[in-house]
């Protein structure tokens, strides 16, 4: 298929959720009550300095993630929006869709297959 501007995609979310988990150290598209694997955890639960405890507890106050994004991640798959044109290479950049904008093209993705 062809990559042009503005053209909705699926994109793999493993690595926007080891970001995230890295990053605010919480579980991000995991199952209520599934275990954690050891380097899962080591990851999350790493020693922190007092200093860094500090941010990190700001961070987490402000980690709120959407439903529809949250259930993506579930699923491991996320749909995003290409920004750019891309060239002959085909690298191209975009952006994770969410809010009333994903709930747009849930709809419309949902209206394609069911026809």
Known sequence: KTLTKSTIVQIDAVPFR???ESYYALPLGRKKG???TE???AILNRKRSTKSEKKLVIKQR????????EEQFQ???VLACIASKPGQCGRCDGYV?????????????KQKKSK
């Not at 869709?97 to 993705?109: A, N, P, Q, R, T």
């Open 75 to 77: 699923a491991g798959r």
């Open 39 to 41: 380097t899962e955890d």
């Open 97 to 109: 869709l969410e809010g009333k904008e994903l709930d747009f093209y849930m709809k419309k993705i």
């Open 34 to 36: 599934v275990k954690l």
């Open 18 to 20: 080891q970001w995230y």
């Open 62 to 69: 402000r980690a709120k993630v959407e439903q529809g994004l």
